[in-house]
């Protein structure tokens, strides 16, 4: 399957986990990053899932940040040791992920780092 045709199927789990993003991007924005990012944002399209992950690079390491995440969680839950370590072959050092607070009950091995709070000014 092509790039466009994974989007086109896996745009609506996608949208669904930037309904949570309080607009900072639409699917257009989060296709154009992928698409030009050089790299630094990747597509991880499954069957009944996908992923959208992003290097943030800090001096002193790379983090691989889970941002959109979407789907069947059977699925999503298989597909994150493969991401993983494509991201530590891509020589970040840790992983990160945004999200609902639901996510600290499935995702065991991941410690919760910060809690945001925001409001609009």
Same mark, same amino acid.
């Given at each position: ?29 989060v296709r &154009? @990053? ?13 069957? #009944? +899932? !996908?992923?959208? %992950? ?17 789907? &069947? @969680?059977e699925e ?11 991201? #530590? +072959? !891509?020589?970040? %050092? ?28």
């Amino acid at each position: 399957m092509s790039f466009a045709e994974d989007w086109e199927r896996c745009s609506p789990w996608l949208a669904a986990a930037l309904e949570r993003a309080e607009g900072t991007h639409t699917l257009d924005d989060v296709r &154009d @990053l992928i698409e030009r990012g050089q790299g630094q944002y990747q597509f991880w399209p499954g069957r #009944r +899932a !996908a992923v959208v %992950t992003e290097i943030i690079p800090y001096p002193r390491m790379w983090v691989l940040h889970f941002w959109l995440i979407g789907g &069947d @969680l059977e699925e999503l839950m298989g597909m994150k040791p493969h991401i993983e370590a494509w991201g #530590r +072959a !891509a020589g970040c %050092t840790r992983a990160r992920g945004t999200g609902r607070p639901g996510w600290e009950r499935v995702l065991k091995d991941y410690r919760r780092s910060a809690v945001v709070l925001e409001r609009e000014i």
